[in-house]
């Protein structure tokens, strides 16, 4: 368990950083495009760029300055955002020195049905926006697909866990 | 549960506090009231080795089988 617990410390760590990259390039995104910031530009044939902080390097290239485009922007940065933060909550459970408590189940739970629920949603939006964009739906889906279903064995084991620990408790 | 657990006579006969018998034996005062009140799914060997040497008693003294 030891391994675990510190191979589990530092995927929360990494997990966290993804999170937080995510979140933060969805800001960046959102304040550029919205406020106008010299950060974005258009360029031709409608594309735009949005430029590292402060710099002219490019940071983010569009193919297209439209609402729709944007808004699957949006929804990729903020989903796959939300993604590495539940897993960081995953593995914060398994570096808890008791293991099966109602919050891992609540953890585990909660990203079972986020990627069960949400990819499937998000996808079905693209759908309907259909930017043209070259993204590979059916992997994407069947990836989340796969990863919820194991989340929710792991939470099932957890739940005979605590039943288990809860009558363990009562050998005295 | 058909098996009462009789540390409280037990501890009336040996003039004992149960916060005294709880600390001896290493066990919070919580768990100690489970056993008590036949709350406990199960008596661990070693538990009750020590509640035998602590109350200078046998096994029998301690549980009783009262068929429901």
Same mark, same amino acid.
């Given at each position: 368990?030891?391994?675990?617990?510190?191979?589990?410390?530092?995927?929360?760590?990494?997990?966290?950083?993804?999170? =937080?990259?995510?979140? +933060?390039?969805?800001?960046? @995104?959102? $304040?550029?495009?919205?406020?106008? &910031?010299?950060?974005?530009? /258009?360029?031709?044939?409608?594309?735009?760029?949005?430029?590292?902080?402060?710099?002219?390097?490019?940071?983010?290239?569009?193919?297209?300055?439209?609402?729709?485009?944007?808004?699957?922007?949006?929804?990729?940065?903020?989903?796959?955002?939300?993604?590495?933060?539940?897993?960081?909550?995953?593995?914060?459970?398994?570096?808890?020195?008791? =293991?099966?408590?109602? +919050?891992?189940?609540?953890? @585990?739970? $909660?990203?079972?049905?986020?990627? &069960?629920?949400?990819?499937? /949603?998000?996808?079905?939006?693209?759908?309907?926006?259909?930017?043209?964009?070259?993204?590979?739906?059916?992997?994407?889906?069947?990836?989340?697909?796969?990863?919820?279903?194991?989340?929710?064995?792991?939470?099932?084991?957890?739940?005979?866990?605590?039943?288990?620990?809860?009558?363990?408790?009562?050998?005295? | 549960?058909?098996?009462?657990?009789?540390?409280?006579?037990?501890?009336?006969?040996?003039?004992?506090?149960?916060?005294?018998?709880?600390?001896?034996?290493?066990?919070?005062?919580?768990?100690?009231?489970?056993?008590?009140?036949?709350?406990?799914?199960?008596?661990?060997?070693?538990?009750?080795?020590?509640?035998?040497?602590?109350?200078?008693?046998?096994?029998?003294?301690?549980?009783?089988?009262?068929?429901?």
């Amino acid at each position: 368990m030891k391994l675990v617990r510190l191979s589990s410390a530092i995927l929360f760590y990494v997990a966290r950083a993804l999170a =937080l990259g995510y979140l +933060a390039i969805l800001a960046y @995104l959102l $304040a550029s495009v919205a406020l106008r &910031l010299p950060s974005f530009q /258009l360029l031709d044939k409608k594309r735009f760029v949005i430029y590292y902080p402060f710099t002219q390097t490019r940071f983010l290239l569009g193919s297209q300055y439209t609402a729709a485009y944007l808004t699957e922007m949006v929804l990729v940065l903020g989903v796959y955002g939300a993604f590495f933060w539940l897993l960081g909550q995953v593995f914060h459970t398994f570096k808890q020195p008791k =293991l099966f408590t109602q +919050a891992g189940i609540g953890r @585990l739970r $909660a990203f079972c049905l986020f990627n &069960l629920v949400v990819p499937g /949603l998000m996808l079905g939006l693209m759908q309907l926006l259909a930017t043209g964009e070259d993204f590979p739906l059916g992997l994407v889906f069947m990836f989340h697909t796969v990863i919820g279903v194991f989340a929710f064995f792991i939470m099932s084991i957890f739940q005979q866990g605590v039943h288990l620990q809860n009558e363990q408790d009562l050998i005295i | 549960m058909p098996i009462v657990v009789n540390v409280d006579v037990m501890l009336a006969k040996r003039k004992m506090q149960s916060k005294e018998l709880a600390e001896r034996l290493g066990i919070t005062p919580a768990n100690l009231s489970i056993l008590k009140t036949g709350k406990a799914k199960g008596v661990r060997f070693d538990t009750l080795e020590a509640l035998c040497k602590i109350l200078d008693c046998q096994p029998g003294d301690l549980l009783e089988y009262v068929p429901e």
